[in-house]
């Protein structure tokens, strides 16, 4: 059973940063992305940024103020958040494309982690 677990989360001022962590663990036999989803109040959820084969894409919301990091050895990949805006207060999600043991390829999401941001 693959799981992910995120955490980071938190009540921050405009400016301010934030790092979020997501971790997969369980039957993994191969990660082929990971990424990092939002979705605000009475919003849908969005596309912040997705990894895949070394090469990161984010949305334009983002403009140069978040970085998406991964550990492969941890199976853990993270978000830099920096000069936070209130509209970025949202849930952040996790995201991975996972194989199993069983070569079974799947979407898998975290349970998401609260980011309030200030005015």
């Known amino acids: 059973q693959v799981q992910l677990v995120e955490s980071g989360g938190g009540l921050v001022q405009a400016g301010g940063s934030l790092r979020l962590s997501c971790t997969a663990s369980?039957?993994?036999?191969?990660?082929?992305?990971m990424a990092w989803y939002r979705q605000a109040p009475g919003a849908q959820r969005e596309l912040v940024v997705i990894t895949r084969a070394g090469v990161s894409n984010y949305a334009d919301f983002v403009g140069g103020r978040f970085t998406i990091s991964r550990d492969n050895a941890k199976n853990t990949v993270y978000l830099q958040m920096n000069s936070l805006r209130p509209e970025d207060t949202a849930v952040y999600y996790c995201?991975?494309?996972?194989?199993?043991?069983?070569?079974?390829?799947?979407?898998?999401w975290g349970q998401g982690t609260q980011v309030t941001v200030s005015s």
């Open positions: 995201y991975a494309d996972i194989s199993n043991g069983a070569l079974a390829r799947a979407d898998y």
């Open positions: 369980g039957n993994i036999f191969a990660i082929h992305g």
